[in-house]
Protein backbone atom coordinates (compact mmCIF):
# COMPACT_ATOMS: atom_id res chain seq x y z
CA UNK A 1 0.00 0.00 0.00
CA UNK A 2 1.15 3.69 -1.18
CA UNK A 3 1.44 5.05 2.46
CA UNK A 4 2.82 8.75 0.81
CA UNK A 5 -0.02 9.74 -0.60
CA UNK A 6 -0.09 13.71 -1.84
CA UNK A 7 -3.35 14.70 -1.22
CA UNK A 8 -4.99 17.74 0.07
CA UNK A 9 -5.03 16.83 3.13
CA UNK A 10 -1.60 16.58 3.20
CA UNK A 11 -0.84 19.50 1.36
CA UNK A 12 -2.30 22.22 2.67
CA UNK A 13 -1.07 24.42 -0.46
CA UNK A 14 -3.38 22.69 -2.65
CA UNK A 15 -7.00 24.20 -2.57
CA UNK A 16 -5.22 28.02 -2.26
CA UNK A 17 -4.57 30.02 -5.42
CA UNK A 18 -1.09 29.81 -6.31
CA UNK A 19 1.41 32.21 -4.66
CA UNK A 20 1.27 34.46 -8.03
CA UNK A 21 -2.09 35.46 -7.62
CA UNK A 22 -2.85 38.59 -6.52
CA UNK A 23 -5.02 37.32 -3.22
CA UNK A 24 -4.43 33.78 -1.62
CA UNK A 25 -7.65 32.51 -0.90
CA UNK A 26 -9.45 29.15 -0.28
CA UNK A 27 -11.65 27.95 -3.31
CA UNK A 28 -15.14 26.50 -2.26
CA UNK A 29 -15.09 22.39 -2.15
CA UNK A 30 -17.32 20.84 -4.55
CA UNK A 31 -16.85 17.02 -3.72
CA UNK A 32 -15.02 15.88 -0.63
CA UNK A 33 -14.06 12.21 -1.06
CA UNK A 34 -13.27 10.29 2.40
CA UNK A 35 -11.98 6.32 2.15
CA UNK A 36 -13.81 5.43 -0.77
CA UNK A 37 -13.53 1.77 -1.65
CA UNK A 38 -15.79 0.37 -4.29
CA UNK A 39 -15.94 -3.38 -5.14
CA UNK A 40 -17.58 -4.94 -8.42
CA UNK A 41 -18.43 -8.53 -6.99
CA UNK A 42 -15.06 -9.23 -5.68
CA UNK A 43 -13.20 -7.14 -7.53
CA UNK A 44 -11.51 -4.49 -5.64
CA UNK A 45 -11.71 -1.35 -8.56
CA UNK A 46 -10.94 1.79 -5.96
CA UNK A 47 -9.01 1.50 -2.94
CA UNK A 48 -8.90 4.33 -0.11
CA UNK A 49 -9.72 7.13 -2.67
CA UNK A 50 -9.26 10.34 -0.46
CA UNK A 51 -10.05 13.71 -3.16
CA UNK A 52 -10.96 17.08 -2.91
CA UNK A 53 -12.29 19.07 -5.64
CA UNK A 54 -13.18 22.23 -5.58
CA UNK A 55 -15.49 25.07 -7.66
CA UNK A 56 -14.58 26.84 -10.74
CA UNK A 57 -11.89 24.77 -11.56
CA UNK A 58 -10.92 21.96 -14.15
CA UNK A 59 -9.82 18.66 -12.62
CA UNK A 60 -7.95 15.89 -14.59
CA UNK A 61 -8.19 12.06 -13.57
CA UNK A 62 -5.20 10.16 -15.68
CA UNK A 63 -4.07 6.75 -16.01
CA UNK A 64 -3.96 3.71 -17.48
CA UNK A 65 -6.39 1.73 -18.59
CA UNK A 66 -8.13 -0.23 -15.47
CA UNK A 67 -7.12 1.83 -13.16
CA UNK A 68 -10.19 2.97 -11.94
CA UNK A 69 -10.69 6.29 -13.48
CA UNK A 70 -14.05 5.92 -14.68
CA UNK A 71 -15.14 4.34 -12.09
CA UNK A 72 -14.31 7.26 -10.07
CA UNK A 73 -15.84 9.31 -11.84
CA UNK A 74 -19.00 7.17 -12.91
CA UNK A 75 -19.42 6.69 -8.71
CA UNK A 76 -19.43 10.95 -8.64
CA UNK A 77 -22.90 11.17 -10.04
CA UNK A 78 -23.83 7.40 -8.86
CA UNK A 79 -24.01 6.54 -12.29
CA UNK A 80 -22.02 2.99 -11.24
CA UNK A 81 -25.40 1.83 -9.96
CA UNK A 82 -26.23 0.70 -13.15
CA UNK A 83 -23.69 -2.05 -12.93
CA UNK A 84 -25.22 -4.44 -11.08
CA UNK A 85 -23.08 -5.86 -7.99
CA UNK A 86 -21.17 -2.86 -6.89
CA UNK A 87 -20.74 -2.50 -3.12
CA UNK A 88 -18.89 0.60 -1.98
CA UNK A 89 -17.72 1.98 1.39
CA UNK A 90 -16.53 5.45 2.73
CA UNK A 91 -17.79 9.01 1.68
CA UNK A 92 -18.53 10.99 -1.18
CA UNK A 93 -19.43 14.50 -0.32
CA UNK A 94 -20.46 16.47 -2.26
CA UNK A 95 -21.70 20.65 -0.79
CA UNK A 96 -21.32 18.68 2.16
CA UNK A 97 -23.92 15.89 1.87
CA UNK A 98 -22.89 12.40 1.18
CA UNK A 99 -23.68 11.40 -1.42
CA UNK A 100 -23.44 7.50 -1.35
CA UNK A 101 -26.01 7.89 1.74
CA UNK A 102 -29.25 5.92 -0.01
CA UNK A 103 -31.70 9.05 1.05
CA UNK A 104 -29.73 11.07 -1.78
CA UNK A 105 -31.87 10.58 -4.38
CA UNK A 106 -29.98 9.90 -7.65
CA UNK A 107 -32.26 12.01 -9.15
CA UNK A 108 -31.91 15.19 -6.90
CA UNK A 109 -27.59 14.50 -7.48
CA UNK A 110 -28.09 14.26 -11.11
CA UNK A 111 -29.90 17.71 -11.82
CA UNK A 112 -26.64 19.23 -9.85
CA UNK A 113 -24.02 17.45 -11.94
CA UNK A 114 -24.45 16.57 -15.35
CA UNK A 115 -22.29 14.26 -17.35
CA UNK A 116 -20.52 14.03 -21.02
CA UNK A 117 -20.09 10.22 -22.12
CA UNK A 118 -16.81 9.34 -24.08
CA UNK A 119 -19.06 8.43 -26.99
CA UNK A 120 -20.98 11.18 -28.10
CA UNK A 121 -24.52 9.85 -27.23
CA UNK A 122 -27.83 12.37 -28.57
CA UNK A 123 -31.15 10.62 -28.70
CA UNK A 124 -32.19 9.76 -31.89
CA UNK A 125 -34.72 13.30 -31.90
CA UNK A 126 -33.74 16.64 -33.04
CA UNK A 127 -31.38 19.33 -32.04
CA UNK A 128 -34.20 21.10 -30.40
CA UNK A 129 -35.68 18.54 -28.88
CA UNK A 130 -32.11 17.13 -27.88
CA UNK A 131 -31.34 20.38 -25.73
CA UNK A 132 -34.92 20.46 -23.79
CA UNK A 133 -34.88 16.82 -22.65
CA UNK A 134 -33.35 17.64 -19.25
CA UNK A 135 -35.71 20.90 -18.68
CA UNK A 136 -38.39 18.44 -19.98
CA UNK A 137 -38.16 15.68 -17.68
CA UNK A 138 -37.84 18.44 -15.10
CA UNK A 139 -41.23 20.02 -15.63
CA UNK A 140 -40.26 23.20 -17.58
CA UNK A 141 -43.08 23.46 -19.85
CA UNK A 142 -43.41 26.86 -20.97
CA UNK A 143 -42.17 27.33 -24.69
CA UNK A 144 -40.65 30.55 -23.85
CA UNK A 145 -38.38 29.65 -21.55
CA UNK A 146 -37.60 26.19 -23.43
CA UNK A 147 -36.60 28.31 -26.31
CA UNK A 148 -34.33 30.59 -24.86
CA UNK A 149 -32.82 27.49 -22.66
CA UNK A 150 -31.95 25.99 -25.90
CA UNK A 151 -30.41 29.53 -27.07
CA UNK A 152 -28.61 29.51 -23.85
CA UNK A 153 -27.09 26.00 -23.99
CA UNK A 154 -26.14 25.83 -27.87
CA UNK A 155 -24.22 29.06 -26.89
CA UNK A 156 -22.51 27.79 -23.95
CA UNK A 157 -21.50 25.06 -25.91
CA UNK A 158 -20.42 26.78 -28.75
CA UNK A 159 -22.27 24.95 -31.16
CA UNK A 160 -25.13 27.52 -31.98
CA UNK A 161 -23.69 29.03 -35.18
CA UNK A 162 -23.19 26.06 -36.39
CA UNK A 163 -26.91 24.45 -35.89
CA UNK A 164 -28.94 27.49 -35.17
CA UNK A 165 -30.45 27.15 -38.68
CA UNK A 166 -30.98 23.54 -38.32
CA UNK A 167 -32.37 23.15 -34.82
CA UNK A 168 -35.55 21.08 -35.57
CA UNK A 169 -33.16 18.61 -38.09
CA UNK A 170 -32.10 15.29 -36.72
CA UNK A 171 -29.01 15.15 -34.35
CA UNK A 172 -27.69 11.87 -35.79
CA UNK A 173 -26.65 14.03 -38.94
CA UNK A 174 -24.30 16.24 -36.77
CA UNK A 175 -20.53 14.96 -37.46
CA UNK A 176 -19.10 13.41 -34.51
CA UNK A 177 -17.66 16.42 -33.16
CA UNK A 178 -20.98 18.54 -33.31
CA UNK A 179 -22.51 15.75 -31.71
CA UNK A 180 -20.37 15.82 -28.82
CA UNK A 181 -20.97 19.63 -28.08
CA UNK A 182 -24.67 19.21 -28.66
CA UNK A 183 -24.47 16.58 -25.64
CA UNK A 184 -22.23 19.27 -23.34
CA UNK A 185 -25.14 21.87 -24.73
CA UNK A 186 -27.78 19.25 -23.43
CA UNK A 187 -25.87 18.48 -20.04
CA UNK A 188 -25.37 22.66 -19.59
CA UNK A 189 -29.68 22.70 -20.27
CA UNK A 190 -29.85 21.95 -16.99
CA UNK A 191 -27.89 24.41 -15.39
CA UNK A 192 -26.37 21.73 -13.07
CA UNK A 193 -23.15 22.83 -10.62
CA UNK A 194 -20.93 20.33 -12.00
CA UNK A 195 -20.00 19.02 -15.44
CA UNK A 196 -18.15 15.28 -15.04
CA UNK A 197 -16.53 13.83 -18.44
CA UNK A 198 -15.31 10.76 -19.02
CA UNK A 199 -12.96 10.42 -22.03
CA UNK A 200 -14.92 13.46 -23.53
CA UNK A 201 -12.56 13.53 -26.63
CA UNK A 202 -11.31 10.48 -27.39
CA UNK A 203 -13.65 9.33 -30.35
CA UNK A 204 -13.11 12.92 -31.82
CA UNK A 205 -10.61 13.94 -34.05
CA UNK A 206 -8.27 16.81 -33.44
CA UNK A 207 -9.64 19.73 -34.38
CA UNK A 208 -12.62 18.62 -32.63
CA UNK A 209 -10.74 17.87 -29.71
CA UNK A 210 -9.39 21.18 -29.60
CA UNK A 211 -12.85 23.08 -29.58
CA UNK A 212 -14.00 20.87 -26.67
CA UNK A 213 -10.54 21.28 -25.06
CA UNK A 214 -11.20 25.36 -25.68
CA UNK A 215 -15.00 24.73 -24.58
CA UNK A 216 -13.83 23.63 -21.32
CA UNK A 217 -12.01 26.33 -20.44
CA UNK A 218 -14.47 28.56 -21.22
CA UNK A 219 -17.08 26.33 -18.62
CA UNK A 220 -14.81 26.64 -15.98
CA UNK A 221 -16.19 30.15 -15.23
CA UNK A 222 -19.27 29.03 -14.78
CA UNK A 223 -19.04 25.44 -13.40
CA UNK A 224 -16.59 23.07 -11.73
CA UNK A 225 -15.55 20.12 -14.28
CA UNK A 226 -14.20 17.09 -13.53
CA UNK A 227 -12.61 15.51 -16.55
CA UNK A 228 -11.45 12.09 -17.51
CA UNK A 229 -9.11 11.04 -19.88
CA UNK A 230 -6.33 8.92 -21.22
CA UNK A 231 -4.41 12.26 -23.19
CA UNK A 232 -1.48 13.02 -20.97
CA UNK A 233 -1.30 16.59 -22.86
CA UNK A 234 -4.49 17.09 -22.60
CA UNK A 235 -4.43 17.19 -18.63
CA UNK A 236 -1.60 19.17 -19.10
CA UNK A 237 -3.54 21.65 -21.69
CA UNK A 238 -6.68 22.23 -19.56
CA UNK A 239 -7.13 21.02 -15.91
CA UNK A 240 -6.06 23.44 -13.03
CA UNK A 241 -5.44 19.85 -10.86
CA UNK A 242 -4.23 16.61 -11.74
CA UNK A 243 -4.91 13.21 -9.96
CA UNK A 244 -2.97 10.58 -11.31
CA UNK A 245 -4.90 6.98 -10.74
CA UNK A 246 -2.82 3.25 -10.87
CA UNK A 247 -4.38 -0.10 -10.21
CA UNK A 248 -7.20 1.89 -8.30
CA UNK A 249 -5.12 3.67 -6.04
CA UNK A 250 -5.06 7.80 -6.01
CA UNK A 251 -0.96 7.67 -6.49
CA UNK A 252 -0.43 11.54 -6.96
CA UNK A 253 -3.12 14.34 -6.67
CA UNK A 254 -1.62 18.17 -6.67
CA UNK A 255 -1.73 21.47 -8.96
CA UNK A 256 -1.46 19.83 -12.73
CA UNK A 257 1.78 22.06 -12.85
CA UNK A 258 3.46 20.02 -10.12
CA UNK A 259 2.08 16.98 -11.51
CA UNK A 260 4.09 17.39 -15.06
CA UNK A 261 7.04 19.34 -14.04
CA UNK A 262 8.06 17.95 -10.37
CA UNK A 263 5.82 14.86 -9.61
CA UNK A 264 6.65 13.26 -6.23
CA UNK A 265 5.72 9.76 -7.05
CA UNK A 266 8.11 7.75 -8.99
CA UNK A 267 5.02 5.81 -10.52
CA UNK A 268 3.84 9.14 -11.77
CA UNK A 269 6.94 10.16 -13.36
CA UNK A 270 7.21 7.02 -15.16
CA UNK A 271 3.45 7.18 -16.28
CA UNK A 272 3.67 10.50 -17.43
CA UNK A 273 6.87 10.15 -19.58
CA UNK A 274 5.41 7.46 -21.27
CA UNK A 275 7.26 4.80 -19.59
CA UNK A 276 4.36 2.84 -19.10
CA UNK A 277 0.62 2.80 -19.51
CA UNK B 1 10.57 -19.78 -47.92
CA UNK B 2 7.16 -19.68 -48.54
CA UNK B 3 4.93 -21.82 -46.87
CA UNK B 4 2.16 -21.57 -49.48
CA UNK B 5 2.30 -23.98 -52.33
CA UNK B 6 0.62 -20.79 -55.22
CA UNK B 7 -0.29 -23.99 -57.44
CA UNK B 8 -1.93 -25.83 -54.77
CA UNK B 9 -4.02 -22.82 -54.61
CA UNK B 10 -4.42 -22.00 -58.41
CA UNK B 11 -5.41 -25.73 -58.98
CA UNK B 12 -8.10 -25.64 -55.78
CA UNK B 13 -9.35 -22.54 -56.97
CA UNK B 14 -12.08 -23.94 -59.25
CA UNK B 15 -13.60 -25.97 -56.87
CA UNK B 16 -13.89 -23.55 -54.55
CA UNK B 17 -15.86 -20.97 -57.18
CA UNK B 18 -18.00 -24.48 -57.83
CA UNK B 19 -18.66 -24.99 -54.22
CA UNK B 20 -19.83 -21.50 -54.05
CA UNK B 21 -22.35 -21.52 -57.15
CA UNK B 22 -23.88 -24.69 -56.10
CA UNK B 23 -24.78 -23.26 -52.88
CA UNK B 24 -26.41 -20.47 -54.22
CA UNK B 25 -28.44 -22.28 -56.56
CA UNK B 26 -29.45 -24.48 -53.21
CA UNK B 27 -30.91 -21.88 -51.09
CA UNK B 28 -32.30 -19.85 -54.19
CA UNK B 29 -34.45 -23.39 -54.94
CA UNK B 30 -35.30 -23.86 -50.93
CA UNK B 31 -36.38 -19.93 -51.48
CA UNK B 32 -38.36 -21.05 -54.28
CA UNK B 33 -40.35 -24.31 -53.23
CA UNK B 34 -41.67 -21.88 -50.69
CA UNK B 35 -43.07 -19.36 -53.07
CA UNK B 36 -44.44 -22.03 -55.30
CA UNK B 37 -46.61 -23.90 -52.97
CA UNK B 38 -47.76 -20.30 -52.41
CA UNK B 39 -48.30 -19.72 -55.69
CA UNK B 40 -50.39 -22.68 -56.04
CA UNK B 41 -52.29 -21.94 -53.05
CA UNK B 42 -53.21 -18.32 -53.94
CA UNK B 43 -53.73 -19.82 -57.44
CA UNK B 44 -56.49 -22.36 -55.80
CA UNK B 45 -58.08 -20.03 -53.68
CA UNK B 46 -58.60 -17.48 -55.92
CA UNK B 47 -59.92 -19.33 -58.80
CA UNK B 48 -62.41 -20.96 -56.72
CA UNK B 49 -63.14 -18.20 -54.53
CA UNK B 50 -63.59 -15.20 -56.73
CA UNK B 51 -67.11 -16.32 -58.02
CA UNK B 52 -68.08 -16.14 -54.77
CA UNK B 53 -66.71 -13.37 -53.69
CA UNK B 54 -69.51 -9.86 -53.61
CA UNK B 55 -71.43 -7.69 -51.96
CA UNK B 56 -73.99 -10.37 -50.52
CA UNK B 57 -70.97 -12.22 -48.87
CA UNK B 58 -70.24 -9.63 -46.68
CA UNK B 59 -73.95 -9.04 -46.02
CA UNK B 60 -75.57 -12.77 -45.61
CA UNK B 61 -75.39 -14.76 -42.04
CA UNK B 62 -74.13 -18.36 -42.67
CA UNK B 63 -76.63 -20.48 -44.22
CA UNK B 64 -77.26 -24.06 -45.22
CA UNK B 65 -77.70 -23.20 -48.64
CA UNK B 66 -73.99 -22.04 -50.19
CA UNK B 67 -75.19 -19.30 -52.59
CA UNK B 68 -77.24 -17.49 -49.57
CA UNK B 69 -73.79 -18.40 -47.04
CA UNK B 70 -71.94 -14.83 -45.60
CA UNK B 71 -69.11 -14.61 -44.06
CA UNK B 72 -70.96 -11.50 -42.11
CA UNK B 73 -71.01 -12.80 -38.65
CA UNK B 74 -67.41 -14.25 -38.86
CA UNK B 75 -65.63 -11.60 -40.13
CA UNK B 76 -67.27 -9.05 -37.47
CA UNK B 77 -66.67 -11.60 -34.78
CA UNK B 78 -62.95 -11.48 -35.75
CA UNK B 79 -63.18 -7.84 -35.70
CA UNK B 80 -64.52 -7.90 -32.29
CA UNK B 81 -61.76 -10.51 -31.09
CA UNK B 82 -59.03 -8.63 -32.29
CA UNK B 83 -60.54 -6.00 -30.51
CA UNK B 84 -59.97 -7.74 -27.15
CA UNK B 85 -56.45 -9.44 -27.92
CA UNK B 86 -55.10 -6.14 -29.11
CA UNK B 87 -54.83 -3.82 -26.42
CA UNK B 88 -55.10 -6.94 -23.90
CA UNK B 89 -51.61 -8.22 -25.26
CA UNK B 90 -49.48 -5.57 -26.03
CA UNK B 91 -50.44 -4.06 -22.91
CA UNK B 92 -49.19 -7.19 -20.53
CA UNK B 93 -46.67 -8.33 -23.07
CA UNK B 94 -44.88 -4.76 -23.47
CA UNK B 95 -45.20 -4.40 -19.57
CA UNK B 96 -43.99 -7.50 -18.75
CA UNK B 97 -40.92 -7.19 -21.12
CA UNK B 98 -40.43 -3.37 -19.31
CA UNK B 99 -40.67 -4.98 -15.87
CA UNK B 100 -37.92 -8.14 -17.07
CA UNK B 101 -36.10 -5.81 -18.95
CA UNK B 102 -35.62 -2.57 -16.60
CA UNK B 103 -36.75 -3.58 -13.59
CA UNK B 104 -36.23 -7.01 -12.36
CA UNK B 105 -33.07 -7.80 -10.87
CA UNK B 106 -30.49 -9.95 -12.67
CA UNK B 107 -30.51 -12.98 -10.97
CA UNK B 108 -31.74 -16.60 -11.48
CA UNK B 109 -35.17 -16.25 -10.36
CA UNK B 110 -35.66 -13.46 -13.29
CA UNK B 111 -33.90 -15.71 -15.51
CA UNK B 112 -36.07 -18.54 -14.77
CA UNK B 113 -38.76 -16.61 -15.20
CA UNK B 114 -38.02 -15.34 -18.77
CA UNK B 115 -36.92 -19.13 -20.05
CA UNK B 116 -40.11 -20.54 -19.14
CA UNK B 117 -41.81 -17.52 -20.94
CA UNK B 118 -40.01 -18.87 -24.26
CA UNK B 119 -41.13 -22.18 -23.59
CA UNK B 120 -44.28 -21.03 -23.09
CA UNK B 121 -44.46 -19.58 -26.94
CA UNK B 122 -43.72 -23.17 -28.08
CA UNK B 123 -46.89 -24.72 -26.02
CA UNK B 124 -49.58 -26.18 -28.13
CA UNK B 125 -52.61 -23.91 -28.57
CA UNK B 126 -55.06 -26.26 -27.25
CA UNK B 127 -53.58 -26.34 -24.54
CA UNK B 128 -54.20 -22.59 -24.14
CA UNK B 129 -57.68 -23.39 -25.47
CA UNK B 130 -58.01 -25.78 -22.00
CA UNK B 131 -56.56 -23.22 -19.26
CA UNK B 132 -59.21 -20.72 -21.23
CA UNK B 133 -62.10 -23.20 -20.49
CA UNK B 134 -61.14 -23.83 -17.05
CA UNK B 135 -60.53 -20.42 -16.04
CA UNK B 136 -62.18 -17.94 -18.11
CA UNK B 137 -65.24 -19.75 -19.25
CA UNK B 138 -66.04 -21.82 -15.65
CA UNK B 139 -64.27 -20.34 -12.63
CA UNK B 140 -64.97 -16.65 -13.96
CA UNK B 141 -68.15 -17.62 -15.66
CA UNK B 142 -67.55 -15.26 -18.75
CA UNK B 143 -69.12 -18.32 -20.80
CA UNK B 144 -68.45 -18.68 -24.06
CA UNK B 145 -68.00 -14.98 -24.67
CA UNK B 146 -66.19 -12.55 -26.87
CA UNK B 147 -64.51 -11.42 -23.75
CA UNK B 148 -63.33 -15.10 -22.72
CA UNK B 149 -62.14 -15.96 -26.34
CA UNK B 150 -60.37 -12.98 -26.36
CA UNK B 151 -58.62 -13.38 -22.96
CA UNK B 152 -57.41 -16.77 -23.87
CA UNK B 153 -56.10 -15.86 -27.31
CA UNK B 154 -54.21 -13.14 -25.61
CA UNK B 155 -52.69 -15.63 -23.79
CA UNK B 156 -51.79 -17.69 -26.39
CA UNK B 157 -49.82 -14.44 -27.97
CA UNK B 158 -48.22 -13.06 -24.73
CA UNK B 159 -44.87 -14.92 -24.69
CA UNK B 160 -44.11 -13.94 -28.65
CA UNK B 161 -44.94 -10.49 -27.93
CA UNK B 162 -43.10 -10.42 -24.63
CA UNK B 163 -40.01 -12.43 -25.86
CA UNK B 164 -40.00 -10.20 -29.50
CA UNK B 165 -40.84 -6.76 -26.91
CA UNK B 166 -37.70 -7.79 -24.99
CA UNK B 167 -35.59 -8.31 -27.55
CA UNK B 168 -36.65 -5.29 -28.53
CA UNK B 169 -36.02 -3.04 -25.38
CA UNK B 170 -33.03 -5.01 -25.05
CA UNK B 171 -31.31 -3.81 -28.63
CA UNK B 172 -31.81 0.24 -27.15
CA UNK B 173 -28.16 1.11 -26.93
CA UNK B 174 -26.99 1.81 -23.46
CA UNK B 175 -25.64 4.88 -24.05
CA UNK B 176 -29.21 6.55 -24.16
CA UNK B 177 -30.17 5.73 -21.49
CA UNK B 178 -26.95 6.42 -20.01
CA UNK B 179 -27.76 9.58 -21.24
CA UNK B 180 -31.29 10.49 -19.84
CA UNK B 181 -30.37 8.99 -16.22
CA UNK B 182 -27.35 11.40 -16.62
CA UNK B 183 -29.63 14.23 -16.37
CA UNK B 184 -31.59 13.40 -13.34
CA UNK B 185 -34.59 11.37 -15.26
CA UNK B 186 -36.32 8.56 -13.39
CA UNK B 187 -36.39 4.99 -14.47
CA UNK B 188 -40.07 6.00 -15.99
CA UNK B 189 -39.20 8.80 -17.88
CA UNK B 190 -36.26 7.25 -19.52
CA UNK B 191 -38.33 3.96 -20.27
CA UNK B 192 -41.17 6.21 -21.69
CA UNK B 193 -39.29 8.88 -23.85
CA UNK B 194 -36.06 6.92 -24.24
CA UNK B 195 -36.40 3.20 -24.15
CA UNK B 196 -39.79 2.72 -25.69
CA UNK B 197 -39.68 5.38 -28.46
CA UNK B 198 -36.30 3.25 -30.01
CA UNK B 199 -38.24 0.44 -29.08
CA UNK B 200 -41.35 0.41 -31.05
CA UNK B 201 -40.66 -0.89 -34.28
CA UNK B 202 -39.09 -4.05 -32.55
CA UNK B 203 -42.32 -4.48 -30.52
CA UNK B 204 -44.86 -4.02 -33.48
CA UNK B 205 -42.98 -6.47 -36.10
CA UNK B 206 -43.21 -8.80 -33.05
CA UNK B 207 -46.61 -7.92 -32.11
CA UNK B 208 -48.11 -7.95 -35.62
CA UNK B 209 -46.77 -11.33 -35.96
CA UNK B 210 -48.36 -12.71 -33.20
CA UNK B 211 -51.61 -11.12 -33.71
CA UNK B 212 -51.66 -12.88 -36.52
CA UNK B 213 -51.37 -16.04 -35.25
CA UNK B 214 -53.97 -15.00 -33.42
CA UNK B 215 -56.43 -14.29 -36.35
CA UNK B 216 -56.43 -17.34 -37.49
CA UNK B 217 -55.90 -19.63 -35.00
CA UNK B 218 -58.66 -22.53 -34.48
CA UNK B 219 -58.07 -24.91 -31.73
CA UNK B 220 -58.16 -22.51 -28.42
CA UNK B 221 -61.92 -21.25 -29.46
CA UNK B 222 -63.05 -24.96 -30.46
CA UNK B 223 -61.60 -25.79 -26.82
CA UNK B 224 -63.40 -23.01 -25.60
CA UNK B 225 -66.76 -23.84 -27.02
CA UNK B 226 -67.27 -20.81 -29.62
CA UNK B 227 -70.13 -22.01 -32.19
CA UNK B 228 -69.37 -23.06 -35.76
CA UNK B 229 -73.20 -21.60 -36.35
CA UNK B 230 -74.03 -17.59 -35.95
CA UNK B 231 -76.84 -16.04 -37.40
CA UNK B 232 -76.00 -12.71 -35.36
CA UNK B 233 -73.60 -10.44 -34.21
CA UNK B 234 -72.28 -9.40 -30.72
CA UNK B 235 -73.70 -6.47 -29.28
CA UNK B 236 -71.03 -6.86 -26.59
CA UNK B 237 -67.75 -8.27 -25.28
CA UNK B 238 -70.24 -10.73 -22.95
CA UNK B 239 -72.20 -11.78 -26.25
CA UNK B 240 -70.91 -15.25 -28.18
CA UNK B 241 -69.64 -15.17 -31.60
CA UNK B 242 -67.88 -16.55 -34.02
CA UNK B 243 -64.45 -16.38 -36.36
CA UNK B 244 -63.39 -16.29 -39.86
CA UNK B 245 -60.91 -19.67 -39.46
CA UNK B 246 -64.12 -21.82 -37.03
CA UNK B 247 -66.49 -20.67 -40.28
CA UNK B 248 -64.01 -21.38 -42.72
CA UNK B 249 -63.03 -25.13 -41.13
CA UNK B 250 -67.54 -25.01 -40.80
CA UNK B 251 -67.51 -24.79 -44.32
CA UNK B 252 -64.41 -27.28 -45.68
CA UNK B 253 -66.08 -29.91 -43.57
CA UNK B 254 -69.52 -29.69 -46.03
CA UNK B 255 -70.48 -31.99 -48.06
CA UNK B 256 -71.41 -29.71 -51.00
CA UNK B 257 -68.69 -28.96 -53.65
CA UNK B 258 -70.23 -25.27 -53.49
CA UNK B 259 -69.49 -24.86 -49.62
CA UNK B 260 -65.73 -25.31 -51.03
CA UNK B 261 -66.28 -22.56 -53.00
CA UNK B 262 -67.84 -20.50 -50.18
CA UNK B 263 -64.78 -21.74 -47.62
CA UNK B 264 -62.45 -20.18 -50.61
CA UNK B 265 -64.25 -16.70 -50.61
CA UNK B 266 -63.51 -17.17 -46.83
CA UNK B 267 -59.90 -17.19 -47.46
CA UNK B 268 -59.61 -14.49 -49.63
CA UNK B 269 -61.36 -12.53 -46.58
CA UNK B 270 -59.10 -14.04 -43.72
CA UNK B 271 -55.79 -13.01 -45.79
CA UNK B 272 -57.02 -9.76 -46.63
CA UNK B 273 -57.51 -9.04 -43.20
CA UNK B 274 -54.41 -10.15 -42.30
CA UNK B 275 -52.28 -7.95 -45.40
CA UNK B 276 -54.64 -4.92 -44.17
CA UNK B 277 -53.09 -6.02 -40.27
CA UNK B 278 -49.60 -6.17 -41.47
CA UNK B 279 -49.57 -2.86 -43.67
CA UNK B 280 -51.07 -1.07 -40.80
CA UNK B 281 -47.88 -2.08 -38.49
CA UNK B 282 -45.69 -1.26 -41.70
CA UNK B 283 -47.22 1.78 -41.82
CA UNK B 284 -46.61 2.80 -37.74
CA UNK B 285 -43.36 0.91 -37.75
CA UNK B 286 -42.34 3.12 -40.66
CA UNK B 287 -43.23 6.48 -39.10
CA UNK B 288 -41.43 5.86 -35.84
CA UNK B 289 -38.60 4.49 -38.05
CA UNK B 290 -38.54 8.05 -39.73
CA UNK B 291 -38.78 10.20 -36.38
CA UNK B 292 -35.64 8.31 -34.85
Known amino acids: MNMTLTGPKKAPTVGIENENADSVFLKETVYETSDLNLWYGENHALKNINLDMYQ??????????????STYIKTLNRMIELVPDVKTTGQIKYRN???LDQSYKVEDLRTQVGMVFQKPNP??????????YGPKIHGIKNKKILDQIVEKSLKGAAIWDEVKDRLHENAYGLSGGQQQRLCIARCLAIEPDVILMDEPTSALDPISTLKIEELVQELKKDFSIIIVTHNMQQAARISDKTA??????????????TIFSNPNDKRTEDYITGRFG | MKLINKNHVVKKMPTRLAVNSICKGLFFLATLFGLLVLAILFYRIFTQGIGHLNFDFFQNFASRRPEEAGVKAALIGSIWLMAVVTPVSLLLGVGTAIYLEEY?????ITSFIKLNISNLAGVPSIVFGLLGLTVFVRALALDRSVLAAGLTMSLLVLPVIIVAAQEAIR???????EASYGMG????????????PAAIPGILTGGILALSRAIGETAPLVVVGIPLFIAFLPQSVMDTFTVLPMQIYNWTSRPQEEFQQVAAAGIIVLLALLILMNSIAVIIRNKFQKRY
Open chain 1, 56 to 69: NEVTAIIGPSGCGK
Open chain 1, 97 to 99: RNI
Open chain 1, 123 to 132: FPKSIYENVI
Open chain 1, 244 to 257: FFLNGEVIEYSDTN
Open chain 2, 104 to 108: ARKNW
Open chain 2, 171 to 177: SVPRDLR
Open chain 2, 185 to 196: ATKWQTILKVVL
